[in-house]
Nanobody, 115 residues
Framework: QVQLVESGGGLAQPGGSLRLSCAASGSIFSINSMGWSRQGSGKQREFVAGIMSDGRTYYADSVKGRFTISGDIAKNMVTLQMNSLKPEDTANYLC?????????WGQGTQVTVSS
């Protein structure tokens, strides 16, 4: 099992920026990818961004061009730089790590975008 802890959430104004970080511990050799998802109040969890062990990155259309995922799975760290934030970005952001068919999740860090 991989343990993940997110940090960096908080309050931002529309157009502002936040940087989220995720630290993982556990079976680092078995991690295939790491990423971020988010879950707004009363909404389904949705994919935000992911990074593969070979460095490939993927983004949801809603954040493409605004968010950047970076990090190194072998170092047990991943970062999500969020720019040009919008109110609809408000959600609990959860870090995830995939190990084969299993996905482990952190507790999440809250991001609120409001004037």
């Amino acid at each position: 099992q991989v343990q993940l802890v997110e940090s960096g959430g908080g309050l931002a104004q529309p157009g502002g920026s936040l940087r989220l970080s995720c630290a993982a511990s556990g079976s680092i050799f078995s991690i295939n990818s790491m990423g971020w998802s988010r879950q707004g109040s009363g909404k389904q969890r949705e994919f935000v961004a992911g990074i593969m062990s070979d460095g490939r990155t993927y983004y949801a259309d809603s954040v493409k061009g605004r968010f950047t995922i970076s990090g190194d799975i072998a170092k047990n760290m991943v970062t999500l730089q969020m720019n040009s934030l919008k109110p609809e970005d408000t959600a609990n952001y959860l870090c995830d790590a995939s190990i084969g068919s299993r996905v482990d999740w952190g507790q999440g860090t809250q991001v609120t975008v409001s004037s």
